[in-house]
């Protein structure tokens, strides 16, 4: 029997791990069924039988087509057909024919389980779709995930992929590649919990982007039963199971707030008048419609590698000037900032990356697949002046992953062969933040891309949980280096005589604190989800720009993130009014 204190601590069993998006929710925890393992290669037992594994399979593509042409039923336009399409292919004759095929001992390599040949066969099939290029190469992806759900039905284990369920829940998983995250429906998942991931992994951008509350980090939360009841706080970074009557009242009490904070009326000012844009950072035009409803002052970052994450060859020109072109349209005679293919790491592009590579952060990423993939650079910089052509958006360009002056100089003469007028710099390369000075000479505005620079300085892969408080961007080192691109940035503004900008459009940007830092330390304009605005916005308005320098100077002179983060919170009362 348990006695009164012990059911306390269970009652209240809390995981800690990182806040990544703020937010106080309470509801019930469905896992992320784990990714399907490959079935093995090994021999069958003796008691094989193909035909009965051929009942198995056939029976196993009749469950998933159901079960998709299920699912395809409950969702509207082009996500039902996505999913009808999908369901087709669950019944493919290429692919469970050739599957029932590979299960006969006569075929190369011998007799294979169900599980196998499932596997054999949508390989093969894959392979001979991504060989035929264009359209049909795309499918190759969704050909692999039918695959991986024919074998866990094989398995009588859950579909991957993130859980269907009526009601709304708040979805526990080890972590999330972005493709999983960027297919949640807000409506249903109302927070997302990981025991794994970092908290500037792209996982945690799309999180914040969905306006989800999100804590990464917090192990032991993939352990959590579903349909338990949890109380997620995305600021404190906790997970509490069975949440007592004062967290449920401050679920209650953020959602009431959170309805505040929802509306930003630009002009983002301080509280002396200074104005200091808040741009959105945006991966599609539909993100950018959203952003500029949200009362975004432009754009200022523009991920375009998020328009082609899911394609196997570059795409046109055409498409290109298409995809730039519906960003541009939603913001007519403001700023858009465009970065161009940022692949490697993380957002692998299988046209322009290498996946053998065996460290794909510090590997041939970013502008260096212009050394790699010749051309593919040139052609988007003509798609986005053709684009900005189109549009009347006031389009800058920048290049991600510049390290050197040089470098710096070759991007600035692409844009001008491209008729690109304003060129730019992501600084987020330490070298890059080192030697500002020279690497803004040659260009006309730098953005510092605080969560590499965060994960270079600290040399903490910014995807692993374990690393989360060295992959902070409140790090005295990281401050230090902002604080550096800026008076380089000063200098060469005061040596060409014109204004050289620099803002943030890492995550840093969105954090309301670390806003006021980045403000004192010389940053003009800051990007951030469209989400973040009103908060941002909210904590600048109550700090004069010599009182974001004192905040600054204080955050730089502490001797740890967690000392620099506690000092300049204590002195910003509106974080606690408005729950930040
Ligand atoms: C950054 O590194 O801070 C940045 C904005 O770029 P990304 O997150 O896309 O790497
Ligand atoms: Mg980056």
């Not at 369901?87 to 294979?112: F, H, N, S, V, W």
């Not at 526990?172 to 960027?182: C, K, N, S």
């Not at 330490?430 to 000075?437: D, E, K, R």
Request: proline letters at 6%; hydrophobic letters at 50%; one cysteine or more.
């Amino acid at each position: 029997m348990n006695n009164g204190v012990s059911a306390a601590v269970t009652l209240q069993q809390q995981f800690s791990g990182v806040g990544v998006a703020a937010g106080r929710v309470i509801g019930p925890v469905r896992q992320m069924p784990k990714p399907v393992q490959e079935p093995a290669a090994g021999p069958v037992p003796a008691d094989f039988s193909a035909e009965f594994e051929a009942q198995r399979i056939k029976d196993a593509g009749k469950a998933v087509r159901a079960e998709l042409q299920a699912r395809a039923a409950t969702v509207a336009g082009e996500g039902r057909e996505v999913l009808e399409a999908t369901a087709l292919m669950a019944a493919d004759p290429m692919l469970i024919k050739g599957a029932i095929k590979l299960l006969a001992a006569d075929t190369a390599g011998g007799a294979r389980s169900a599980e196998r040949a499932v596997w054999e066969s949508g390989a093969s099939v894959a392979a001979k779709l991504t060989a035929l290029g264009g359209y049909m190469a795309e499918r190759a992806t969704d050909v692999l995930d039918v695959r991986a759900r024919l074998v866990a039905d094989l398995r009588g284990l859950p579909a991957p992929g993130i859980p269907v369920a009526e009601a709304p829940f708040i979805l526990a998983a080890e972590d999330l590649a972005p493709a999983d995250t960027a297919t949640l429906d807000p409506a249903k998942v109302i927070a997302l919990v990981t025991s794994s991931g970092g908290p500037q992994s792209h996982t945690a951008i799309l999180a914040r982007a969905l306006g989800l509350p999100a804590v990464v980090a917090a192990v032991g939360v993939d352990g959590i039963a579903d349909g338990t009841e949890v109380y997620v706080d995305g600021a404190a970074g906790t997970v509490t199971v069975a949440p007592a009557a004062e967290l449920r009242q401050a679920a209650a009490a953020w959602t009431e707030r959170s309805s505040a904070l929802a509306a930003f009326a630009g002009p983002n000012t301080l509280a002396d008048g200074v104005h200091i844009p808040l741009l959105a950072n945006v991966g599609t035009g539909a993100d950018a419609a959203k952003a500029a409803a949200s009362g975004a002052e432009g754009v200022g970052l523009l991920r375009t590698e998020f328009c082609f994450l899911d394609r196997a060859e570059e795409p046109t020109v055409q498409e290109q000037i298409e995809a730039y072109g519906a960003v541009f349209a939603a913001f007519p005679g403001k700023k858009v900032v465009v970065r161009t293919l940022d692949a490697g790491a993380d957002k692998p592009l299988p046209f322009l990356t290498n996946a053998d590579e065996p460290n794909p952060a510090l590997g041939v990423r970013g502008y260096r697949t212009d050394l790699s993939s010749p051309g593919v650079l040139a052609r988007q910089l003509e798609a986005i002046a053709a684009a900005e052509a189109a549009h009347g958006a006031e389009v800058w360009v920048m290049a991600p992953m510049i390290s050197t002056a040089d470098e710096a100089a070759a991007f600035a003469g692409m844009c001008a062969a491209a008729g690109l007028r304003t060129p730019g710099v992501m600084v987020e390369v330490p070298s890059a933040a080192l030697t500002a000075a020279s690497v803004l000479r040659e260009v006309s505005f730098a953005s510092l891309g605080t969560n590499d620079l965060t994960q270079y300085a600290m040399a903490a892969d910014r995807q692993l949980g374990p690393l989360a408080s060295l992959n902070d961007p409140w790090q005295p080192a990281v401050l230090a280096l902002v604080t550096l691109t800026a008076d380089g940035a000063s200098l060469a503004s005061a040596a060409a005589g014109l204004p050289k900008p620099v803002g943030v459009c890492g995550e840093a940007a969105a954090d309301p604190a670390l806003a006021v830092v980045l403000v004192g330390l010389g940053v003009a304009t800051l990007s951030m989800s469209a989400r973040a605005l009103a908060a941002v916005s909210a904590v600048l308005a109550t700090v004069t720009l010599a009182e974001a320098q004192r905040l600054a100077a204080m955050a730089l002179a502490a001797p740890s993130a967690a000392a620099a983060r506690a000092a300049v919170r204590a002195e910003l009362p509106i974080l606690a009014e408005l729950g930040l």
